[in-house]
């Protein structure tokens, strides 16, 4: 059996895919979230909020509080309780664990968004991080500047890559289209992208939902803006000839991480301006292109290099399929989590 710690996931997450993974014994996982079970997969206890909970779901934080406290009375010493960080329950949970339960439940919190100004935010923010015993974090260079900005030691950090969320099911097979498609809301730099294909008559579609991201696009006669959501969205990447994710160059960490993997998952090379994750995903010149934030113009030369090389453009898309099929795909994202749970159930307290 592999005998696998938490610091050889830290060092790198491929540990987690090995065929005889030996996971703890006696460590049973809980989650406010239900998990798919699959051949292979540890086992999750789901804990609802329960009636009394859900009686103040109209009023968040009062919720947040009761169901928070719920969860840590269902995690006992030998639980480790797998938390998302994609609602304000984290916030609750952690403060609660460090003040009241004194960090005696074992978390793994993973998905979490704690990019706020400086000042008293941070402070509560640092103050309920530091009873978890792990945080998930995109990339390998969000741990540095979480760590610094949270005051936090690098420990309590580690790096497992996301998921294409599409994997969940085929790709679509749709015939290629005559557009290129970027979309999303969070941190989106579309007006580089639209300095990128202007004058250049390449079709653009750009799909944000967010009525003030979509008002930021600079009109131009080939560029398409709308509001496209699931399977819509998916079907439109998967028509695109490629996909570019353009971000922002702000925060502490990225934001396109699904869309690169999405992008792939339907078989398009992807075009990333982001300095934050996008290496930690793409393999530059393989399955695609990593340009610097802001950057318009190589922007424009990697969009004109794939638009008008057909064939180097689906010898990507090959590779990029391939290459998330290999090492992002939703199924294996879910089961490396459950089994850094695992790991994490078998630390000391």
């Not at 938390?83 to 009241?100: A, E, H, K």
């Amino acid at each position: 059996m592999s005998s696998c710690i938490i610091e050889d996931v830290q060092q790198d997450w491929r540990c987690l895919d090995a065929e005889d993974f030996a996971a703890p014994d006696g460590v049973r996982l809980v989650s406010h979230e239900e998990f798919t079970y699959r051949p292979g997969f540890e086992s999750v206890e789901y804990v609802a909020p329960g009636w009394f909970v859900s009686l103040f779901r109209f009023f968040r934080p009062l919720f947040n509080l009761l169901y928070a406290w719920r969860l840590l009375r269902h995690a006992k010493r030998d639980t480790v309780l797998i938390l998302s960080g994609s609602c304000q329950l984290w916030l609750f949970v952690g403060l609660l664990n460090r003040f009241i339960m004194l960090r005696t439940r074992k978390i793994l919190l993973w998905d979490v968004f704690v990019e706020v100004k400086d000042g008293w935010r941070r402070a509560i923010m640092s103050a309920a991080m530091a009873s978890f015993r792990l945080s998930v974090l995109w990339s390998r260079k969000q741990i540095e500047p979480h760590a610094e900005w949270l005051k936090l030691s690098r420990e309590r950090f580690v790096f497992l890559p996301y998921k294409a969320n599409h994997s969940k099911g085929p790709a679509y097979d749709i015939p290629i289209g005559n557009y290129v498609f970027a979309g999303g809301n969070g941190k989106r730099d579309y007006r580089t992208l639209a300095e990128a294909v202007r004058d250049t008559e390449i079709p653009v579609v750009i799909s944000a939902t967010d009525p003030a991201v979509r008002n930021q696009v600079e009109k131009l006669p080939n560029v398409i803006v709308l509001a496209a959501y699931e399977p819509a969205f998916a079907q439109l990447q998967a028509g695109a000839r490629f996909i570019v994710v353009p971000m922002a160059d702000t925060g502490l960490k990225g934001g396109g991480e699904a869309n690169m993997c999405n992008g792939m998952w339907h078989g398009k090379p992807v075009i990333a301006t982001d300095r934050m994750a996008a290496e930690d995903y793409i393999i530059e010149g393989e399955t695609g292109y990593i340009v610097p934030p802001g950057d318009a113009a190589l922007l424009r030369r990697r969009i004109l290099e794939l638009w008008n090389d057909p064939d180097k453009c689906r010898e990507m898309g090959r590779k990029a399929k391939a290459h998330v099929e290999a090492n992002f795909t939703h199924e294996a994202f879910i089961r490396r989590l459950l089994r850094l749970a695992k790991l994490c159930g078998g630390l000391s307290q």
